[in-house]
């Protein structure tokens, strides 16, 4: 096979993750992975289902709290421009309003929305020229780490958004360094927006992650057929199903694709050939569901202050500063 493009680091790194992901008792594969063009397109189903509550309560949020929230994140009585930097910005439905509220009420700032899928980017900036036109926007197509690192190097007033519960997707201990490293460039001026998904009916967190249509089977499925094509794998999808379970002492949501028989898997691309036993998993995503007191003791522990929160019972909208 001749690849027609020179492999992205986003690619190869997939390649590293997979060898080593596939290598670990239990075996694990990172949610990142999951939003190549078609995860990200898959992904924008989920949002609209009627079980995936979060993106709803989100925008309601917004929807009702937008002048408060673009005030939050823009005081009145913080000079020089103002860069707001989204990560993980996808189609970025919720973020209009607040674009459209801090067009209105601030006189210099830009939109710098990244993420890793440069499909999901080019979708939104196409939006975005047509549904605000005077927004200056610089799209980043781009990993986590490399943002944050862009983050810490970029001069001038910023305000950061981490919408939609991605934080869930952390595990504890990576939670807690990932919220450091937001919070380590951060300026008196410069604001943090982190949407939390809270934890609620137990039966109702499940159902968002198991719905009826099976678009969330057909997601997280959809990172082995990406495997298969990028790493030139043979993965029979016939032989794996969706799991996820909600564990309300922890808060977690761990998603899994389940081997329903012992199959044994090659990867051309690495040379590696992997054994699964029946019903052995491979977990592909966590999604925390979080507390009011957790979201304060994470916020204190990254040194961060709570400057506002829009919380509407099912989801909380935190604004924090250093
Ligand atoms: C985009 C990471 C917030 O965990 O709720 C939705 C992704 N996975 N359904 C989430 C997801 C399965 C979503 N985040």
New binding site residues.
């Given amino acids: 096979m001749t690849p027609s493009t020179a492999p992205s680091p986003v690619v190869s790194s997939l390649a590293a993750h997979v060898a080593e992901g596939l290598r670990r008792a239990p075996k694990t594969l990172s949610?990142m992975y999951?939003y190549d063009d078609a995860g990200s397109e898959l992904?924008q189903q989920?949002m609209g289902l009627p079980e995936?509550y979060?993106t709803r309560a989100e925008y309601g949020i917004f929807a009702a709290h937008g002048p408060a929230i673009a005030a939050a994140l823009d005081p009145a009585d913080a000079p020089g421009p103002l860069a707001l930097v989204e990560l993980?910005a996808?189609d970025g439905l919720k973020t209009k309003l607040l674009l459209r509220e801090l067009l209105a009420t601030s006189d210099d700032f830009s939109y710098v929305p990244v993420d890793i899928s440069a499909g999901a980017l080019a979708g939104l900036a196409a939006s975005l020229a047509t549904e605000l036109p005077g927004l200056r926007t610089t799209p980043v197509a781009t990993d986590y780490a490399t943002a944050l690192a862009q983050l810490a190097a970029r001069p001038g007033r910023k305000a950061v958004l981490f919408l939609?519960?991605?934080i869930?997707?952390f595990a504890p201990t990576e939670r807690a360094a990932f919220l450091a490293q937001l919070a380590a460039p951060l300026a008196a001026a410069d604001r943090l927006l982190i949407g939390f998904?809270l934890q609620k009916d137990p039966r109702r967190i499940r159902a968002?992650?198991d719905d009826a249509q099976g678009v969330?089977a057909a997601?997280?499925l959809n990172l082995l057929t990406r495997i298969n094509r990028e790493l030139a794998a043979d993965f029979d999808l016939a032989a794996w199903q969706h799991y996820t379970d909600y564990a309300p002492l922890t808060g977690a949501?761990r998603?899994y694709l389940v081997s329903t028989r012992a199959q044994t898997v090659h990867l051309g691309a690495l040379g590696q050939t992997v054994p699964f036993a029946a019903w052995e998993v491979i977990h592909t995503?966590n999604?925390y569901k979080f507390t009011p007191p957790q979201i304060a003791a994470m916020a204190a522990a990254a040194g961060l202050r709570v400057v506002a929160t829009f919380d509407d019972g099912d989801f909380a909208d935190v604004v924090l500063a250093r």
């Fill in positions: 949610s999951l992904f989920i995936y979060p993980g996808g939609g519960s991605n869930g997707n998904d968002a992650y969330t997601f997280n949501v998603s995503e999604s």
